[in-house]
């Protein structure tokens, strides 16, 4: 009988889907109980061609579909799947071989739970350095967890390494596809609402082999800035504004001031943004990866602010609520 529905949505990853299919081989879960869903989303690399071929020991179901986004596809999974557990794997994380054991150990250990397993950043892969700031920033989250500096929350939910209970995901409605971005920390929020724990589990690694162009990786936080305010505002999240205006006053100077001259000047913006990525670039070359990390961070976090601002309508909006947060 089946016991875990692994869910991998695909979308022209070829090669690291061989990898990530190669270590789900390699799993010290029992083959016979787990099935592994493969959705791809319109992919144009070969990759149907593959999954119709391939000859393997996984009881693997490939599934396809005309291209339509994360969201829809992880409610494909969702639909597709047969076990108790769905646990999301992304296609550019490749699994430890024991990830599938350690999920299901803490299912069967606790209930009404949401289990997160770290991405890591692996040794054999070079990211760009906009990709590695992002995954630094993703270490001292687990760091944070391991250590009990704080618990797990639902925006922690990343579904590049995640399960739950099937039922519990059909029951919160599943994955929101008005949401291209976001999505996962969305359904969390619900998950949250139904009475669900988060719980970090070290032990269950994902290495990401993460791989971003610099215009797609700050288009990102400019996408969760407008949906943290429309979650806070149309999504039940009332509490989600306020925290990120408190945060904001947490930020360095860097990240305050950058936004001070920058939020709702597109010209400027975008002049700042060149000239700090080309200074990260000259700072890295001088192997001065912790100055070019803060470059990357002021230049992050002020996407994600701009995001938010044009949500609420404007930069008077955003320092409204800036110095009214208690």
């Avoid at 996962?184 to 929020?189: G, H, K, R, S, T």
Wanted: with cysteine; glycine share 6%; aromatic share 12%.
């Amino acid at each position: 009988m089946l016991e875990l529905s692994v869910v991998v949505p695909t979308f022209n990853r070829l090669d690291r889907l061989r990898q990530v299919i190669r270590a789900l081989e390699a799993q010290t879960y029992p083959h016979d109980l787990f099935e592994v869903i493969v959705i791809s989303d319109g992919s144009t690399d070969g990759t149907d061609e593959f999954l119709q071929e391939i000859e393997t020991p996984l009881n693997l179901r490939p599934v396809f579909q005309e291209n339509q986004g994360v969201a829809v596809v992880r409610n494909r999974g969702i639909a597709e799947a047969t076990a108790s557990i769905v646990l999301f794997l992304d296609d550019d994380v490749v699994p430890d071989p024991c990830l599938l054991e350690e999920h299901m150990r803490i299912h069967q250990e606790r209930d009404n739970v949401v289990v997160i397993g770290p991405m890591l950043t692996p040794s054999d892969f070079v990211m760009w350095p906009w990709v590695k700031w992002e995954q630094a920033q993703l270490t001292k989250q687990y760091d944070a967890m391991t250590s009990g500096k704080w618990d797990p929350t639902a925006r922690q939910f990343y579904t590049g390494n995640a399960s739950l209970r099937l039922t519990d995901v059909r029951a919160a409605g599943g994955f929101d596809p008005s949401f291209r971005r976001a999505e996962d920390v969305e359904l969390a929020y619900r998950l949250s609402d139904m009475g669900l724990c988060f719980f970090y589990h070290p032990d269950a690694i994902g290495y990401h082999y993460a791989e971003r162009s610099f215009s797609s990786w700050i288009t990102t936080p400019y996408v969760y800035g407008r949906n943290d305010v429309i979650f806070s505002r149309d999504k039940n999240q009332s509490w989600l504004l306020p925290q990120l205006f408190r945060e904001f006053r947490y930020r360095n100077i860097i990240v305050i001031l950058i936004s001070l001259f920058c939020l709702d000047r597109p010209t400027l913006t975008e002049w700042t943004i060149k000239g700090l990525k080309k200074f990260a670039e000259m700072v890295d070359d001088a192997s001065l990866e912790r100055v070019s990390q803060l470059i990357y961070s002021g230049i992050f976090n002020l996407r994600y602010y701009q995001g938010v601002s044009d949500e609420l309508g404007g930069r008077r909006l955003f320092w409204k609520g800036v110095f009214n947060a208690g």
